[in-house]
Nanobody, 123 residues
Framework: VHLVESGGGLVEPGGSLRLSCEAS????????IGWFRQAPGKEREGVAC???????TFPEFQKGRFTISRDNVNKRVYLHADVLQPEDTAVYYC??????????????????WGQGTQVTVSS
């Protein structure tokens, strides 16, 4: 299983980003992709997750600012982040739970992780 995040960078407060997670190395239809973030000195926290078999999502962190979507053909999952604030600065990770029917925003549920992409919100 291989996960690669992209799309991070420096953005001004109030700006938006779309992070991408490309998954490969497995053929299961039942799996979950979760987005997490970790700021310096803080614990890793869940942002949103998606169940591949039916496209359902759970839940949207700070609903309205972070939403998760997918491109099923290319096995990509996106995290759309809007109205970003300095407190959103963190390394954002995607993770895969192969075989999952229902995703959870608990880091220990995920065995496979990407390398992370840095998001910095600053003027």
């Amino acid at each position: 299983v291989h996960l690669v995040e992209s799309g991070g960078g420096l953005v001004e407060p109030g700006g938006s980003l779309r992070l991408s997670c490309e998954a490969s190395g497995f053929t299961d239809d039942y799996y979950a992709i979760g987005w997490f973030r970790q700021a310096p000195g803080k614990e890793r926290e869940g942002v949103a997750c998606l169940n591949n078999h039916d496209g359902s999502t759970f839940p949207e962190f700070q609903k309205g600012r972070f939403t998760i979507s997918r491109d099923n053909v290319n096995k990509r999952v996106y995290l759309h982040a809007d109205v970003l604030q300095p407190e959103d600065t963190a390394v954002y990770y995607c993770a895969a739970d192969i075989g999952a029917w229902k995703c959870r925003l608990l880091p220990f549920s995920y065995r496979h992780w990407g390398q992370g992409t840095q998001v910095t919100v600053s003027s």
